[in-house]
């Protein structure tokens, strides 16, 4: 019953895990945008910003869905344990209270 073990999570994510993600969605965003202006002429304007909105929009879902699965993935969950585990009050230094020297 008392065979309870503490755990330490650790996140491992960098930049450069998500670097890549972030160049494809605005080629992606930038993209649409020279769509857009494509379709741009004086009697399909409203067609123009739609495409760009429905392709920002579409994309977005996928962006948050990689971002929220690189982190996941980038989380270790490890037991620790108790007897290899270092005791706090030991292993910090002792701590002296600031002199003024003057």
């Known amino acids: 019953m008392n065979n309870i073990q503490k755990y330490r999570i650790k996140c491992t994510l960098t930049f450069g895990d998500i670097y890549g993600q972030i160049i494809v969605w605005l080629m992606v965003v930038f993209f649409s945008i020279a769509g857009g202006v494509a379709l741009w002429t004086s009697s399909r304007q409203i067609y123009a910003l739609g495409a760009i909105a429905l392709v920002v929009v579409l994309s977005l879902p996928f962006l948050l869905f990689a971002f929220v699965t690189t982190l996941l993935n980038h989380i270790e969950v490890s ?3 108790p007897s290899e585990e270092e005791n706090p009050e030991i292993a910090t230094p002792s701590q ?3 002199t003024s020297a003057g």
């Open 79 to 81: 037991s620790v344990d």
């Open 96 to 98: 002296q209270p600031a």
